[in-house]
């Protein structure tokens, strides 16, 4: 089993739709969860991040965590054609110390087109 | 305020080679990590240091090292390339890795 598994994809959506995309991660000790976005031949964005249970919000985007499901997912609302990339699940485990020893765990990431 | 900046942008090595690559981290943060980025495997983490001290390894052969100095600014080393090596290698950097990371543009490493 992967540690951070993202829906399959690649996922098509029209302009003004919700795109949900979504992230399973297998280590109960994840503490911090992340969704970066990278557009074709840059590097990863920081978009979200969320560390608690519930919804975070941020303009158009919305980060859920359900650390009992082990379950985390991002919707973009109004979606627009200059979302489309390929989006990026991260999670991070602090040890029993509380320190994060800098490792992203990175699902393989899911390409969202939006059309017009 | 700058970003985390990677030199060079662009690489090509041929085989047995070494090569060192460079991140300079956004001011104020202490925490580099490495990451290296291929179609087939995605982003795999390399390497973290903090405060010059490395505090967390990936899954990757000996031939790859790296480094941290005072300034927090980072290097990578690949020695005896290999085909396979061939990537983007991605350097982010926090001021406290559990508020995320900040990539940089990347290094494209081509192994000929």
């Known amino acids: 089993q992967k540690e951070v598994e993202q829906n399959s994809g690649p996922l098509s959506v029209p302009e003004g739709a919700i795109a949900s995309l979504n992230c399973t991660y297998s280590d109960r000790g994840s503490q911090s969860f992340f969704w970066y976005r990278q557009y074709s031949g840059k590097s990863p964005e920081l978009i979200m991040s969320?560390?608690?249970?519930g919804d975070k919000e941020d303009g158009r985007f919305t980060a859920q965590l359900n650390k009992a499901s082990q379950y985390v997912s991002l919707l973009i609302r109004d979606s627009q054609p200059s979302d489309s990339a390929t989006y990026l699940c991260?999670?991070?485990?602090?040890?029993?110390?509380?320190?994060?020893?800098?490792?992203?765990?990175f699902g393989q990431g899911t390409i969202l087109t939006v059309h017009p | 305020k700058a970003g985390v900046t990677q030199t060079p942008r662009y690489l090509i090595k041929t085989r047995g080679q070494q090569v060192t690559l460079s991140c300079s981290p956004i001011?104020?943060?202490?925490?580099v990590s490495w990451y290296q980025q291929t179609p087939g495997q995605g982003l795999q983490f390399l390497f973290e240091y903090f405060s010059e001290t490395q505090r967390n390894k990936g899954n990757f052969p000996g031939r790859f090292s790296g480094r941290q100095f005072s300034n927090s600014r980072s290097e990578m080393n690949v020695s005896t390339l290999e085909l396979g090596d061939s990537a983007l290698y991605l350097c982010a950097s926090s001021f406290s890795g559990s508020l995320g990371y900040t990539f940089g543009s990347g290094t494209r490493l081509t192994v000929v």
């Open positions: 969320i560390y608690s249970n």
């Open positions: 991260a999670v991070t485990t602090s040890n029993a110390g509380g320190t994060s020893y800098g490792k992203l765990t």
């Open positions: 001011s104020g943060h202490r925490s």
